[in-house]
């Protein structure tokens, strides 16, 4: 699908695009590569909706530069960018969110923003800007035909991610316990290769995760085969791409995971507790999961209405 972006020949001085019109930015956060990647699609989603030009923060380019083309897109001169009525978004996007004010040059308010409502509408362009340098990607495809060379039945791949690190930290309980979560089980895994299993023919899953040792020591009894470590993100990112369809646990890696791959989704679900400030005003899955995607819930009976959070006194 051809995009339509913006012209580097723009004369960016932090006030006015041609004709006139205030390009449109946002607040960029401190979040590593799926973070920065929601950050730039919120901005491309609602800069589409109210038909404005956009420029990237430094920073968020900083990032994504690294990874895709996004040279095509003004970056904002902060020594010279002066905010003019910051527009605050929340948590999902707002029908108000499609007419931004002209005077408005700033996307501010969530700081974090993973709702995929904010640039569905614009889903393949974004997977267009999102593609991979021609060699991460022939490295993907060449580690598929690979795997096809060891499991020559192989007809469809399923890549797995697995988020732990900063989720599961033992000194503090990492995030899933700071907002009162349950880590992903056993359970959930064996449900999700049950699910492709049972509907397609010769299937082989491919997990990639920040803690593959431990994949590699609990997901075999899955049958699922553990990634060598890769040299950074970008290439397990792009591995998972370039899969059929995706099982993930949690986090915004994961979810690009799915999303750029665009088959079917298969994702861990009711691991925040209900009804709390989390679920009820941030993090609601239906806001963060396409309603294509399929929820898988292992959560006991009774165990939100016992669950008692250690790390909270």
Same mark, same amino acid.
């Given at each position: 699908m051809q995009i339509s972006r913006f012209s580097l020949s723009v004369d960016w001085n932090g006030i006015n695009a041609p004709g006139g019109f205030p390009l449109l930015t946002i607040h960029t956060n401190q979040g590593r590569l799926g973070n920065q990647m929601f950050t730039f699609a919120t901005l491309y989603g609602l800069g589409r909706l109210n038909h404005r030009s956009i420029a990237l923060m430094p920073s968020n380019y900083e990032v994504l530069q690294k990874y895709f083309d996004v040279s095509i897109f003004p970056v904002v001169d902060q020594k010279h960018f002066v905010e003019v009525q910051p527009w605050q978004i929340g948590n999902w996007l707002k029908e108000e969110d499609k007419a931004i004010p002209l005077s408005s040059n700033i996307i501010k308010g969530n700081v974090y923003p993973t709702s995929y409502t904010f640039f569905d509408h614009v889903r393949e362009e974004i997977k267009e800007i999102f593609r991979f340098s021609? /060699?991460? /990607?022939?490295?993907?495809?060449?580690?598929?035909?690979?795997? #096809? +060379?060891? =499991?020559?039945?192989?007809?469809?791949?399923?890549?797995?991610? &697995? @988020?732990?690190?900063?989720?599961?930290?033992?000194?503090?309980?990492?995030?899933?316990?700071?907002?009162?979560? @349950?880590?992903?089980?056993f359970e959930f895994? @064996?449900?999700? &290769?049950?699910?492709?299993?049972? #509907?397609?023919?010769?299937?082989?899953?491919?997990?990639?995760?920040?803690?593959? %040792?431990?994949? @590699?020591?609990? !997901?075999?009894?899955?049958?699922?085969?553990?990634?060598?470590?890769?040299?950074?993100?970008? %290439?397990?990112?792009?591995? !998972?791409?370039?899969?059929?369809?995706?099982?993930?646990? *949690?986090?915004?890696?994961?979810?690009?995971?799915?999303?750029?791959?665009?088959?079917?989704? &298969?994702?861990?679900?009711?691991? !925040? /507790?209900?009804?709390?400030?989390? +679920?009820?005003?941030?993090? =609601? *899955?239906? /806001?963060?999961?396409p309603p294509d995607w399929v929820a898988i819930s292992t959560t006991p009976p009774g165990f939100w209405e016992n669950y008692t959070n250690p790390f909270r006194t």
């Open positions: 021609d /060699k991460t /990607k022939s490295d993907a495809e060449g580690f598929l035909r690979h795997v #096809k +060379t060891v =499991r020559p039945s192989t007809e469809v791949y399923v890549g797995v991610h &697995v @988020r732990r690190g900063d989720y599961l930290s033992h000194s503090d309980g990492g995030w899933l316990r700071a907002f009162d979560g @349950r880590e992903v089980d895994f @064996r449900r999700a &290769v049950d699910y492709f299993r049972n #509907k397609y023919g010769n299937v082989t899953f491919l997990a990639v995760s920040d803690d593959r %040792e431990w994949c @590699r020591q609990n !997901l075999a009894q899955f049958g699922i085969l553990t990634t060598p470590d890769s040299p950074g993100p970008a %290439e397990d990112l792009a591995l !998972l791409a370039e899969c059929n369809h995706t099982i993930m646990t *949690y986090g915004t890696y994961g979810f690009w995971g799915g999303y750029l791959a665009g088959g079917e989704v &298969v994702y861990f679900t009711d691991f !925040l /507790k209900p009804n709390s400030s989390m +679920t009820l005003e941030y993090f =609601r *899955y239906e /806001k963060m999961y």
